[in-house]
């Protein structure tokens, strides 16, 4: 089992930008992350994954030695490219917030 974990940016954009059918989707999403850890499409690095949400991504980094996800942004098909690289230039920090995460449970 893998617990997920949310950042604030990606529960801003959920509720920004999904309905309340893609919310429940996301349930459904993190569900199947807590039991598979790896599931979806790796993007580049096997621990960085995509799920399809209709015409969204939902992005998330799988951290094995943690047993453990973090969901880290959402976007369209459109900013799909421009939110991935984003996301790699920010693995550092998001590193960082998991291990502080898992210091902190």
């Given at each position: 089992?893998?617990?997920?974990?949310?950042?604030?940016?990606?529960?801003?954009?959920?509720?920004?930008?999904?309905?309340k059918?893609?919310?429940?989707?996301?349930d459904?999403?993190?569900?199947?992350?807590?039991?598979?850890?790896?599931?979806?499409?790796?993007l580049?690095?096997?621990?960085?994954?995509?799920?399809?949400?209709?015409?969204k991504?939902a992005?998330?980094?799988?951290?094995?030695?943690?047993?453990?996800?973090?969901?880290v942004?959402?976007?369209?098909?459109?900013?799909?490219?421009?939110?991935?690289?984003?996301?790699?230039?920010?693995?550092?920090?998001?590193?960082?917030?998991?291990?502080?995460?898992?210091?902190?449970?």
């Open positions: 089992m893998f617990k997920v974990y949310r950042t604030g940016e990606f529960e801003r954009l959920m509720n920004k930008l999904l309905t059918e893609e919310l429940k989707r996301i459904k999403i993190e569900s199947e992350i807590s039991e598979k850890g790896f599931t979806g499409r790796p580049g690095y096997a621990f960085l994954r995509e799920k399809r949400i209709n015409g991504r992005y998330f980094l799988v951290y094995e030695e943690f047993k453990a996800a973090l969901m942004s959402i976007s369209d098909k459109n900013a799909q490219q421009e939110t991935i690289d984003k996301i790699k230039e920010y693995l550092p920090e998001f590193n960082r917030l998991m291990k502080e995460i898992i210091k902190s449970t």
